[in-house]
RNA sequence: GUGGCUGUAGCUCAGUGGUAGAGUAGUGGAUUGUGGUUCCAUUGGUCGUGGGUUCGAAACCCAUCUGCCACCCCA
């Protein structure tokens, strides 16, 4: 016999957790759908000529590639095989993949639908997504995204809206966290003053590793990739408006965090104000900001320069939501992205989305002990079986339970009563119907609290009151 | 893709070359209408998989797979 198992990076579901995910998906759709957000689905696989290239060289390695059905091998010559050259071999064999993330699925889908989409199109999706990474704490080969996006719209009230509606979900869900906020374009700024306006990434890559090396290791990376002095030393000038960590983890209070994103964009300004792309984005920062005052936030929202986050297709704001009690990666992020479906031949329309990682927040509320203690899903009432009479007796009270819309069940069998009992224990049922001969011909059944262990005798039509004033 | 740690009963783990173990869960009973506490009994393992060293391997060596951790990257 084999021993059974899944797939590296997979996992199963129990009842249980299935339960705690239910919650944090609710959550989060009913937040979706309260801002003017309807779903869509898109297929597992793609084509892979959707896919590729669209996350970068190490995106297309991560990609799981479905082998084409049948003799996929017949068509490819001797020559082929031989060299093992797997990136060409991989095009001969398979045309399919699965889908890496939901924003490029989505873009494809806009642009294949558009003539049935009025614009601003607001959509959000719920469905897995797969990585072929190498699994470790928080990540999974397998695991899934919530994302909502808005296509056709300029407007930075998005950008306001999305960080209103992450507000929304995590003050629901109770946890604690930080919105990290930057610009692409003032990255892009920032590039253009030290001038290096080609080397973007090479800049963010290494500053966005200043809280872990420090200046002097960032400066050195930077050097060694072969910037020059007076360009680090532009740069440096730049670094020091960055807080330290322990001035951000020492004092992080609502308004502390409001004075110093006005510091850091009033320094900006100052530095930057010869970039008219840096002035763009730090404008855009100061508006989504305003907006978002003026309908009101409980979440730190911190201006982070060091955040650099899927440069391959941000072009405006970016957003990472980290939370603050758990130490574990972003559990949410999103941003602007201008052009994104250009690639599949649709120019000029703009998207803003952001997506949130249920896979981990699930890890966090885990962590935090935050789901709530009794599942809605869960059954509440169990009828105890004690033979054929009695079972005729139940189940029509047991229909009549359910039509009021309370999860009830019978247990199945006869079996011995201490059996029964540890049946609704172990499944968390909160209360117990006993209805024996007695409670037969008194024509009600004995209601027992599993909690606290009382029961009463309760009228057969008195049930479904007395269960739903409990 | 690179480097490190790991794997023994459903689960958590002990076992340093000489007969395969505990706790817990499961099942039966003490208690034929009362669970979550207690007591007794009992099921359950090709010691991740394949090879090697040895008279003898769960243990030592090699390979491989899984899980975890770090890097890269990311939700």
Request: hydrophobic share 40%; glycine share 8%.
């Amino acid at each position: 016999m084999q021993k059974p198992s899944i797939p590296k990076g997979t996992r199963d579901f129990s009842p249980e957790e299935m339960a705690n995910r239910n919650y944090i998906f609710n959550t989060i759709k009913s937040v979706f759908q309260l801002y003017g957000f309807r779903q869509i689905e898109t297929p597992a696989q793609e084509n892979l000529s959707t896919l590729m290239g669209k996350y970068g060289e190490e995106g297309d390695k991560l990609l799981f590639k479905i082998l084409n059905s049948g003799d996929f091998a017949g068509g490819v010559a001797d020559e082929e095989w031989a060299a093992k050259n797997s990136v060409k071999l991989t095009s001969k064999i398979s045309e399919k993949g699965l889908r890496y993330d939901l924003t490029v699925p989505f873009a494809r889908y806009v642009v294949q639908h558009r003539d049935q989409i009025t614009f601003p199109f607001k959509r959000y999706q719920i469905q897995p997504v797969w990585r072929a990474d190498r699994p470790q704490k928080g990540r999974y080969r397998e695991f899934y995204q919530c994302d909502a996006d808005v296509v056709g719209s300029n407007s930075l009230v998005n950008e306001a809206e999305l960080l209103q509606m992450i507000d929304e979900v995590f003050h629901r869900l109770g946890i604690n966290v930080t919105i990290k906020l930057n610009n692409r374009k003032i990255l892009a700024g920032i590039a253009e003053y030290i001038g290096e306006p080609d080397r973007l990434i090479d800049i963010t890559t290494a500053i966005d590793k200043l809280d872990k090396i420090g200046e002097e290791k960032v400066l050195q990376e930077l050097r060694d990739k072969g910037f020059q002095e007076d360009a680090l030393t532009e740069l440096k000038s730049i670094l020091f408006i960055i807080p330290p960590p322990s001035i951000k983890k020492d004092d992080s209070s609502f308004d502390t965090t409001w004075k110093n994103n006005d510091i850091i964009l009033r320094q900006l300004k100052a530095i930057l104000m010869d970039s008219e792309i840096a002035n763009k984005g730090l404008s855009e920062i100061e508006e989504i900001l305003e907006i978002v005052k003026l309908t009101g936030i409980q979440t730190n929202i911190e201006l982070d320069l060091t955040l650099a986050r899927g440069l391959n297709y941000y072009t405006g704001a970016i957003i990472e939501v980290k939370a603050n009690d758990v130490q574990i990666g972003s559990i949410s992020g999103g941003g602007r992205y201008d052009n994104l479906t250009g690639v599949f031949g649709m120019d000029g329309v703009s998207g803003v989305g952001i997506s949130f990682g249920a896979d981990r927040i699930y890890d966090v509320l885990n962590q935090l002990n935050g789901f709530p203690a009794m599942s809605e899903e869960n059954t509440r009432l169990l009828f105890i079986n004690f033979g054929d009479k009695e079972q005729r007796f139940c189940l029509p009270l047991l229909k009549a339970v359910r039509a009021a819309g309370i999860n009830a069940e019978i247990f199945p069998e006869a079996a011995k009563i201490k059996k029964q009992m540890s049946y609704a224990d172990s499944k968390k049922i909160p209360f117990v119907a006993i209805v024996g001969e007695n409670e037969i011909n008194a024509n009600a059944v004995m209601l027992k609290n599993m909690t606290s262990g009382e029961q009463q005798l309760v009228p057969v039509d008195e049930l479904v009151d007395k269960m739903n004033a409990l």
